[in-house]
């Protein structure tokens, strides 16, 4: 099947019509019905599925049932977020196997595609949930501990979806993917090439700020006998934008929560969700650390509390420079660059799978947004990219 029509069926399910986005988190109908979608494909070019506990998929294109080059991506989504996140590396994966087929190619060893469930943490809250625990890096006993935020937990979710949660935890996929390579649309503006590949992956975390305070009236509490949570939270948020300013770094809330949310009420608590980004290790510290501080500062003149607790981090990820040169080599010259963006192939190649990952230009650098948006040509290129990697891999 071409891209085009596989793209135009993949990107239909669940768009949100008023927005153009789409909100799949893991294991929630839409992305259930995006995951049955890739199932479908898979049963229709005959693809032997291997699934784990979790939830976690592999599709096999060829006899043995040894190790292999898997590539593949993610169906899952931020909320509100872009078509290209995730699924473009499944789709591309499809199309680039059918070329391959259409070609005549028989790889040596088994080529697979994967689908690794809730990338995003859109649901649950922790980013690569699925990879994470497929490589052990998240026990089960954690990650079953997790809930959405309607208070469903991961069993619930997983139950609901038909796997069971007994089967949660290291996943048997691992030992068949001799390689890893994944395709994904490029997130910022840093590519102006239609293809490249990557070199490293920042070191990022998300940590939960609690700001505590006192409920009051909001007509008849006199400004200065407030203890205001979305005050010192306030100033945090200004803080943390202008640390990593100064640092050459990201800095993000996101995502807030209020309590108990009344418009004429001083709030009791505010929760608020940073996510910290930055090119090296010592650079993130520092700037949590001086976000931190101000923010502590603050609470003190404002006599609110503060609480920060560490939700995930994830360290730097330089993928191994002998696989990346290779792709470099195949695709005559490919520009390399870092990302920002957090990966399961950063999660995969921690866990000592040799990885690979091949961006696709996006013109606008915009992303988890329903206006990511990436070239039809540029697309077809990276589904040519990702054929002739998977031919030399897999040769
Ligand atoms: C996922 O795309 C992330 O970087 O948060
Ligand atoms: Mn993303
Ligand atoms: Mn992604």
Redesign the pocket.
């Known amino acids: 099947m071409s891209f085009e029509s596989l793209w135009a069926d993949e990107s239909a399910i669940g768009r949100n019509p008023d927005t153009g986005g789409y909100t799949r988190g893991g294991w929630s109908p839409t992305e259930r019905e995006a995951t049955h979608w890739f199932l479908d494909q898979c049963a229709a070019r005959g693809l032997t599925v291997e699934s784990d506990g979790i939830g976690n998929l592999i599709a096999w294109w060829g006899a043995s049932d040894g190790p292999g080059v898997v590539t593949g991506s993610h169906l899952d989504s ?1 909320i509100d977020g872009g078509a290209f ?2 699924p473009l590396g499944v789709v591309s994966a499809l199309a680039a196997v059918d070329q391959l087929r259409a070609e005549g190619f028989e790889p040596g060893v088994p080529i697979g595609i994967g689908a690794f469930v809730e ?3 859109s649901r649950f809250g922790m ?2 949930l699925g990879s994470r625990v497929a490589a052990g890096v998240l026990s089960a006993e954690k990650a079953l501990q997790l809930k959405d935020r309607a208070g469903v937990g991961l069993g619930e979710a997983l139950e609901d979806a038909g796997l069971d949660p007994a089967r949660v935890g290291p996943s048997p996929l691992l030992r068949r993917m001799g390689t890893f390579v994944e395709l994904h649309v490029e ?1 910022g503006r840093g590519l102006t090439a239609p293809v490249g590949v990557a070199s490293s ?1 920042w070191p ?1 975390g998300r940590f939960r700020f609690t700001f505590g305070g006192e409920a009051n009236h909001a007509g008849t509490t006199l400004m200065e006998d407030r203890h205001d949570p979305m005050l010192t939270y306030a100033m945090t948020a200004l803080a943390a934008n202008k640390q990593a300013r100064l640092a050459g770094a990201r800095a993000t809330f996101g995502r807030l929560s209020v309590e108990p949310n009344g418009t004429n009420a001083v709030p009791s608590q505010v929760t608020a969700w940073l ?1 910290a ?1 930055a090119a090296d290790t010592a650079t993130l510290e520092s700037l949590l650390a001086a976000i931190i501080k101000q923010a502590t500062e603050r609470a003190e003149r404002d006599g609110t509390t503060l609480e920060v607790t560490p939700e995930s981090v994830s360290p730097v990820v330089d993928f191994p420079a002998g696989l990346r040169d290779r792709l470099v080599n195949v695709l005559d010259g490919a520009p390399v660059l870092p ?5 399961d192939a950063g999660v995969f190649s921690d866990a000592g799978i040799p990885t690979a990952m091949l961006f696709v230009r996006n013109p606008t650098g915009i ?2 947004s329903p206006a990511e948006y990436a070239e039809l040509d540029d697309c077809l290129a990276g589904v040519d990219a990702l054929a002739a990697v998977l031919k030399d891999l897999a040769k």
């Open positions: 931020v996140d995730g990338e995003e943490g980013p690569c997130q992956i990022h996510d980004r990302t920002g963006a957090g990966h992303s988890h």
